[in-house]
């Protein structure tokens, strides 16, 4: 069936560390794709998104393409930052349902 | 997007008790979500609820634990009922704003304690 599988963590970098999460999707068709973020203590929040196969979804520094050839949506930022820290999650829409990945809690630290 | 407010923002309950989580949103949409999220945990998808309409639930999820209001385009309720420890969690709602390319955005969230 449809399903998500992110990079489990937790990951711990260093500020200025380069990050990926990795994240690949079983689904039939083309689905939306999502990084969602819950920052501590907060509510989930969109952080990007991709629509179609080669979309690239970027905000706050965040990267993630949509590859159909590997059915994957890695979300990477170049330079993190300590309020970056939070749990990322990856997602997929099949018609009006989302379905979330386990998530995968990023620490930064100074 | 979407402005999306739950009340309460959390609560702390004594099992066997039921809690009524409310859901208001800023426009008026047409789908609104309710997800649990377990401690340490993904969201999972209680039930779709539409104005007008009975609540869909997903596998797992029944009425009678989780019954659901929807009066009007810009509101909902979930309700927890018979509460046990197993039902702490936070619970979400969401709004899809379809025109706004498919995003469902998320509300604060409820912190709930079953004590």
Redesign the interface.
Known sequence: GNSVTQMEGPVTLSEEAFLTINCTYTATGYPSLFWYVQYPGEGLQLLLKATKADDKGSNKGFEATYRKETTSFHLEKGSVQVSDSAVYFCAYRNDYKLSFGAGTTVTVRA | ?AVISQKPSRDICQRGTSLTIQCQVDSQVT?M?WYRQQPG???T?IA?ANQGSEATYESGFVIDKFPISRPNLTFSTLTVSNMSPEDSSIY?C?V?LRDL?????????TRLLVL
């Open positions: 997007s789908m979500f945990q993904s969201l998808l779709t979400l969401s899809d390319g498919e995003t469902q955005y998320f509300g604060p969230g």
